[in-house]
């Protein structure tokens, strides 16, 4: 049987909580974090992590998904905090159980896994 089609990136499938996995091929290193959870009816999202600190950074913003004219699903967004952009818009995609996620960009993979909700965070 040929393989399926990914499915459609919309603001429903990706709501929810995701976990940073692997960056650019590589697991994160031990201690390492960060999560991001989407909210699809007011398409904000929120985000923890400690890449590049030994605290905790929260961001919040919105977000937007689009097409490119090569029909991939384009992922970007906004930070509330007055930082600006994402460092890039991002090529997505899911899988068929939308339990992974991927993102791309010119400089970057990332690999995302769904999960059940926010871990508590010092």
Do not use: H
Not at 7 to 32: C, F, H, K, V
Not at 52 to 76: D, V
Request: charged fraction near 25%.
């Amino acid at each position: 049987d040929p393989p399926l089609p990914l499915p459609d990136i919309t603001y429903r499938n990706i709501a929810g909580g995701w976990e940073l996995s692997q960056w650019n091929g590589e697991e994160l290193i031990e201690g390492s974090y960060l999560y991001i959870e989407f909210d699809g009816n007011a398409r904000r999202f929120e985000m923890w992590d400690n890449l590049g600190s030994m605290y905790t950074q929260q961001r919040a913003g919105t977000y937007s998904i689009s097409t490119n004219t090569k029909g991939e699903y384009i992922l970007c967004g906004t930070y509330d905090n007055g930082v600006g952009d994402w460092n890039a818009e991002y090529v997505v995609s899911i899988d068929q159980e939308a339990t992974e996620m991927v993102w791309r960009s010119e400089d970057e993979t990332s690999i995302f896994c769904r999960i059940a909700e926010i871990p508590e965070l010092d």
